[in-house]
């Protein structure tokens, strides 16, 4: 049995120790918002924060993160107001979508970490997650606009 914080809250799995974050939380809590798209951790879908740093989840052992806090997408903010999600719907910044959520969960680490990131900064933080529409200028640009939200900015 392994017990992991979750969105805030305290879940038992009982799962082998070897088994990816990822399933655990898609198969296990229910939590289909994080992706799987390669499984090697190349890709950036399955993007999640464990303590506030993005993480692969396709390659994390769950039993590596037991008593580490981890956020989802679905954790993310309770009504979709993080000023990242704000950013990208106000941008309209996914095509298909499907990569959408560890680029949100991505940028939002970056911002966390970063309150103005400059285009290098974002290309940096951004460089292991891919967009097979690519919509990388769409995502820059809600970045910057996520930033300025964040600052207060209409």
Not at 71 to 87: F, M
């Amino acid at each position: 049995m392994t017990t992991l914080n979750v969105n805030g809250k305290q879940v038992n799995v009982d799962v082998e120790d070897d088994m990816p974050l990822l399933w655990v939380l898609r198969d296990e809590l229910g939590l289909t918002g994080t992706k799987y798209g390669c499984g090697i951790a190349m890709c950036g879908a399955c993007t999640v924060h464990v303590d506030g740093q993005p993480v692969r989840s396709c390659v994390m052992p769950a039993s590596a993160v037991a008593g580490k806090k981890i956020t989802t997408i679905e954790g993310l903010s309770a009504k979709s107001d993080n000023p990242v999600q704000k950013a990208w719907i106000e941008l309209d910044v996914p095509q298909c979508g499907f990569c959408q959520s560890g680029q949100i969960m991505a940028a939002a680490a970056l911002l966390a970490r970063t309150a103005n990131p400059t285009d290098s900064d974002i290309d940096a933080a951004m460089a292991g997650n891919i967009c097979r529409c690519g919509t990388y200028q769409r995502i820059r640009a809600g970045i910057h606009r996520a930033a300025q939200i964040k600052k207060g900015g209409a």
